[in-house]
């Protein structure tokens, strides 16, 4: 079994949804850049307070400060981990690689109009950042998380034009990285475009094989 993973795709492909089942499921601890810096920021350490000021002035946090925070991070999850939303840069990658040894990295491989489809219909929870989707997933009650019962939101830049904007972006600067994982035999690619429970089965049989 392999318990030190990371999730690779363009947005909407379903990473979120993905490292929520697989990492409850096997008692993983699920890392979103994201979510650690707010957490590094809301612990008030040395480091979040480091990426608060670039923060506070509207400026993306850097390199050493995100990738200090996410190593701080990952040596603290003894029972292993999935990253969703890093590496995405070669550069990032071969920090991740000198800091710990990477199991496997599932590629969430999916059409773009499905992506955009998905992400226009995405619903988020505020309060455990779980994702939704009103066509393919929905919550047990409309509106409301299944989880916790939060008040789902429509993210501001959930709208097609943006969209495409990122998935262009993704191919650009992070798509290089299925190369990269490919050339070291990690790499195991998924259909994204198949329903949630389809995905999940394709992501356990690739964490559960040599
Ligand atoms: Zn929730």
Redesign the pocket.
Same mark, same amino acid.
Do not use: E, G, H
């Given at each position: 079994m392999k318990t030190r993973l990371v999730f690779l795709g363009p947005p909407g492909a379903g990473k979120g949804t993905q490292a929520i089942v697989i990492a409850k499921k096997y008692h993983l601890a699920r890392i979103a850049t994201g979510d650690i810096l707010r957490d590094a920021i809301g612990r008030g350490s040395a480091l979040g307070l480091k990426a608060k000021e670039f923060m506070d002035r509207g400026d993306l946090v850097p390199d050493d400060v995100v990738n200090a925070i996410l190593k701080d991070k990952i040596h603290n999850t003894p029972d292993g981990f999935i990253i969703d939303g890093y590496p995405r840069t070669i550069e990032q990658a071969n920090f991740l690689q000198s800091a710990i040894e990477i199991q496997r990295v599932i590629y969430f491989d999916a059409p773009e109009e499905i992506l955009v489809q998905r992400i226009v219909n995405r619903r988020v @929870?505020p309060? @455990?950042n779980?994702v939704y989707n009103k066509l393919e997933n929905p919550p047990a009650v409309e509106g409301k @998380?299944d989880?916790?019962g939060?008040e789902l939101f429509h993210r501001t830049d959930d709208i097609e034009e943006v969209t495409r904007e990122r998935i262009k972006t993704f191919w650009q600067k992070t798509a290089p990285l299925v190369d990269y994982y490919f050339h070291k035999g990690l790499l195991a690619k998924v259909s994204a475009e198949r329903n949630v429970g389809e995905v999940t089965a394709e992501i356990e049989f690739a964490i559960q094989t040599e």
């Open positions: @929870c309060v @455990c779980a @998380c989880l916790d939060a």
